[in-house]
DNA sequence: GTACGTTCATTCAG
DNA sequence: CCTGAATGAACGTA
């Protein structure tokens, strides 16, 4: 398993018999490249040097104890800071906390002429609300008075995790008479009325726990950390009160929709709203916009010279309309005028400049765009493709950080061999479905082995983790592209393979990752055994997958009862039918490459489909979060169940972990 | 597959 | 408290 340096030097041909594995389709061989460093040291073993915490967990867990419970109990209210363009906490921020009343039946008034929904669909509307409002009693906040005020980063990320986790739960629901139209605003409804926010005070600058170049998929996710507190608007902002009162522009969202100028990575010339430019009304009556909300904010904060938030949204190439939105960090207004738009009204315009001294986020996008249209080469790219067309899409091998040429050889094989099939509980024969299986069909074996729960949404993504998952088979009649085949259709996600800084060989994307999103299967040989060095065995194979390990456990669907039918079990433990080890030493598949972190951003599901008549586990990897393009994708390689009383060392076969996570564990293996 | 219109939403500011 | 503006998002149609 490619968890450091030591391995990527053996010698290509010697270590083992490659007849053994090239003689099967549809292999691949990379290109055989040696390394022309010295070697690089293999794992340390040397004990931690300094001291490591216990009671590790990948993430700020959504309910339950916590290892630090930050404030929990604290419900006084902190004294505002006396740092300037913070705001006060108003009347209407304690009230809005304090009377969740649930009257999500409110009257909301149309505008007179506009067609209203029938009858029927607005009772199945209202039955949903009141089976959602009833659930939300069960509703684990676990958000201190003080965490909802100013977050971090563990409380921000739980709060993203949480809301993809019930947005997903929500747009499962495929049943065309129950459907949930926008899952976002009825899963970011539900926190905000039960107070799973944070960052909710507005601020001028930084956020904190939002970190630059952090992504997201909808308006409601920046809302709800604080990032952008408008659900539509573009620009937000707020009165500070000082010696006089004043309207600043804290961010803005940079979408697309005006005439903004955005090529620019440091500089984006950002048009004011109003004037019905891109109105959604029938009357598309334009008019001069006004120096008022927002445009007035703007002019303002070009005075004060105010930090302005920047997020970039553009689209996503997961469908026609989707946007990503990703945070450019801090700028500033540099001017500003009025210019005519193309109808002939006036236009408010806002010059941009970004804050040197940042890291790049957008700059990142722009380059990965270069790189796809071929318009600027990536430096230090060794191979276009290292499966060399195993997969359907090209794998980048690269390093920019020193002079190594690429991995010790392997061979490319895009999915696992030599696996043995299972025997089932019952025979199972596949499904009978003709087109695509449809989610809630109980007519379909594949689906009633999901407990009639489809494993993903319409968009391919993994509702939630589950004993196992029971993907349609080949010998299933449906068609290819089936909904239940997501983890068979190979890569989707433009991968690279790269040179880290100290940790070997690493895997990253350029694509943008949305949680949930299928990356690849861990590839290989299945075998009976590790092999050590104890045993005689040579060199220790570290490229090994073993289902045997000890996981930290972690959660990461959406707590159950949120939706009234959702009964089903909700348990995250794996229940695999016999144990599975898959070496990745002599032949693999990108997922070799993944390193391990103790703060993960992908996990490991197993699925199960079946192929004549006999079921099959492979190991497929999902993203745990957002993943921003040309992170480092990082799993939890679990640990060795190591018997302490033989008198070995029980760090024997561990490796110093370098994942810099604050929860490191200090090793892994 | 993209482009555009329609529809139905939500939050916050005024 | 009430109202409407607002650089949404999904979906249907061309």
């Known amino acids: 398993m490619e968890g450091g340096s030591g391995n990527n030097s053996a010698p290509p041909s010697t270590t083992f018999d490659k007849s053994k594995v090239l003689d099967v389709k549809p292999l691949r061989t990379l290109v055989p490249v040696f390394p022309s460093s010295p070697q690089t040291p293999p794992f340390v073993c040397a004990p931690p040097s300094g001291p490591f915490p216990t009671g590790f967990t990948p993430f700020y867990p959504f309910n339950g104890p916590q290892p630090n419970p930050p404030d929990l109990n604290q419900q006084t209210h902190t004294p505002a800071p006396l740092r300037s363009f913070r705001a006060p906490l108003s009347n209407g921020e304690v009230s809005r906390d ?55 980063r563990e409380v921000v990320n ?102 903004d100028e955005a090529e620019d990575k440091d500089v984006l010339i950002y048009s004011g709203h109003g004037g019905n430019v891109n109105s959604n009304k029938k009357d598309k009556q334009i008019a001069d916009q006004k120096l008022e909300r927002g445009n007035l904010a703007m002019e303002r904060s070009l005075h004060r010279n105010n930090e302005v938030r920047v997020i970039r949204g553009m689209k996503d190439s997961i469908s026609a309309t989707a946007k990503v939105y990703v945070y450019d960090g801090l700028y500033r207004i540099q001017e500003s005028w009025v210019e005519k738009g193309k109808s002939g009204c006036n236009i408010f315009k806002y010059k941009l400049l970004r804050l040197p001294g940042q890291p790049s986020a957008f700059a990142v996008w722009k380059s990965i765009q270069q790189w796809r249209e071929g318009f600027s080469s990536r430096v230090g790219l060794i191979l276009p493709d290292l499966t060399s067309g195993a997969e359907s899409i090209p794998v980048s091998l690269v390093n920019d950080v020193d002079e190594e040429k690429g991995p010790a050889y392997f061979t490319y094989v895009a999915t696992v061999k030599y696996i043995k099939p299972f025997k089932l509980m019952e025979p199972s024969y596949g499904c009978n479905c003709r087109s695509a299986c449809a989610p809630g069909d109980l007519n379909c074996s594949c689906n009633r082995k999901n407990g009639g729960d489809f494993p993903y949404t319409a968009n391919g993504v993994l509702v939630s983790r589950r004993p196992l998952v029971h993907e349609c088979g080949p010998t299933c009649p449906c068609i290819p592209n089936c909904k239940n085949r997501v983890s068979q259709t190979g890569l989707k996600v433009r991968l690279e393979v790269f040179k880290t800084k100290d940790r070997g060989w690493g895997l990253r994307s350029w694509d943008p990752i949305r949680a949930g999103t299928f990356i690849c299967e861990y590839s290989g040989e299945v075998i009976e055994k590790v092999k050590t060095r104890q045993d005689g065995e040579g060199e220790d194979d570290d490229y090994v997958f073993d289902t045997t390990r000890v996981y930290e456990p972690f959660k990461w669907n959406c707590e159950p009862g949120i939706v009234e039918e959702d009964n089903n079990d909700t348990t995250e433990e794996y229940n695999i039918p016999s144990p599975l080890i898959i070496s990745a030493k002599n032949a693999g598949n990108v997922a070799r490459f993944m390193n391990h972190s103790c703060n993960p951003n992908v996990f490991w599901q197993p699925v199960a489909y079946e192929q004549n008549n006999e079921s099959y586990v492979r190991i497929a990897f999902f993203a745990l979060r957002h993943i921003p393009p040309m992170t480092e994708l990082t799993y939890d390689y679990g640990t060795t169940c190591t018997d302490e009383a033989d008198g070995n060392n029980a760090l024997h076969g561990k490796k110093k972990c370098l994942c810099g996570s604050p929860r490191c564990r200090g090793h892994f293996g």
């Open 98 to 152: 304090g009377n969740a009343d649930g009257s999500i039946d409110a009257p909301t008034k149309r505008p007179v002429g506009r067609p209203r929904s029938t009858s029927s669909q607005k009772k199945a509307k209202k039955d949903l609300d009141v089976a959602l409002s009833v659930a939300n009693t069960k509703f684990v906040v676990g958000i201190s008075f003080s965490q909802k005020q100013d977050g971090d």
């Open 158 to 259: 739980s709060v993203r995790m949480r809301f993809d986790a019930l947005r997903r739960r929500l747009s499962r629901l495929e049943d065309p008479k129950e459907s949930v139209s926008r899952a976002d605003l009825k899963a970011g409804k539900i926190l905000m009325k039960k107070g799973a926010r944070t960052n909710a005070r507005k601020r001028v600058g930084v956020v904190p726990g939002v970190e630059i170049g952090d992504i997201f998929f909808f308006r409601i996710e920046m809302l709800l950390v604080g990032l952008h507190a408008q659900s539509m608007a573009g620009i937000d902002c707020m009165v500070v009160r000082g010696e006089i009162e004043d309207l600043l522009a804290v961010s803005i969202v940079s979408s697309g929709g005006y005439d």
